[in-house]
């Protein structure tokens, strides 16, 4: 088996000695990432709406003596910490990284989706918390009230979440900050039902039940954006590395390929390196076989770096 290594500007591969390891560099940093002026417009439009309401809430709360807005205050302020979160990660994941940031400051995004996720997963907890502690001491509700805090949250959660469908729908950061935004208009819709219900069969324990059925809907988002993070951080392979194998084992002149990492940056920027053993006959053009190779994985599973090391027997 001999090694050879292949430079962005060499014209002709060169022989090294059998355990001399090189590699071959592809790099394309053209990476699609126009969605993020998009994304910062739609979360600041969404984060002003909530701190708005927020304060308007905070202001009639205690001028009304309302523990019901005051408490839908400080849920806005959960909202509006994640909307501040998701808007932070795409500012500095904008920035120029300095030289020891060799992929940047992508991968903040991904940090503040996790961070997110974790959020949202301490209100899940709060929620079956407080359903239970209703559970077991029931408390007079004041319905009209309770009402139309619960028809405003509504209403500025769709709202927000109407401006936050016009960013990047793929983007795991964004998606976070809407699921945020999901979860809420849920929990007041189920409120909305549970005071109807109540008020005419006096059912507290229907709250309750409608409690614990949100609460496992936003689990279910809130888990999936967690375990898509922690994929990403933890370097997990984005794509079916098998499939990707089969693919590029499909041109004539590849014999194997072997030692396959795939990884994901951030979104739509996959990395690969890998070690192609190819026939000896095919080293005349092996620069029109690493283009094909290279074009292929970027055009079908977006894969946009990647480093070979081309071996032959």
Same mark, same amino acid.
């Given at each position: 088996? %001999? ?26 940093? %053209? ?260 283009? %094909? ?21």
């Amino acid at each position: 088996m %001999e090694n050879c290594k292949f430079g962005l500007n060499d014209h002709k591969p060169f022989l090294k000695d059998e355990n001399t390891n090189h590699h071959n560099h592809e790099h394309n940093h %053209e990476h699609s990432h126009d969605h993020r002026g998009t994304d910062k417009k739609v979360l600041k439009w969404a984060l002003g709406i909530t701190l708005i309401t927020m304060f308007l809430e905070f202001f009639y709360g205690f001028l009304s003596n309302s523990l019901a807005l005051i408490s839908d205050a400080i849920h806005m302020f959960t909202h509006s910490f994640a909307l501040i979160v998701s808007l932070l990660a795409i500012v500095i994941a904008s920035k120029k990284a300095p030289i020891s940031k060799t992929f940047g400051f992508y991968r903040t995004e991904v940090i503040a989706a996790f961070v997110n996720g974790i959020t949202i997963m301490l209100s899940i907890i709060w929620i079956v918390y407080e359903a239970i502690e209703r559970f077991f001491n029931p408390q007079i509700i004041d319905i009209k009230t309770a009402m139309i805090v619960a028809i405003v949250g509504l209403i500025i959660n769709i709202i927000t979440g109407f401006i936050l469908m016009q960013g990047d729908k793929n983007n795991i950061n964004l998606k976070s900050s809407f699921v945020h935004m999901l979860s809420d208009a849920l929990s007041s819709v189920a409120i909305i039902l549970g005071y109807v219900v109540i008020y005419f069969t006096s059912w507290y324990f229907i709250d309750m039940i409608l409690a614990v059925i949100v609460s496992i809907v936003i689990g279910k988002w809130a888990i999936d954006i967690l375990r898509n993070s922690i994929n990403t951080l933890m370097e997990s392979s984005p794509l079916d590395i098998n499939e990707v194998k089969e693919f590029i084992e499909k041109h004539k002149e590849v014999l194997e390929l072997h030692d396959v990492h795939i990884w994901e940056i951030t979104q739509d920027m996959y990395n690969m390196t890998a070690h192609v053993k190819i026939n000896k006959e095919s080293l005349e053009n092996y620069e029109q076989l690493l283009h %094909e190779i290279n074009h292929e994985l970027k055009e079908k599973y977006k894969i946009v770096h990647t480093t070979f090391q081309f071996e032959w027997e």
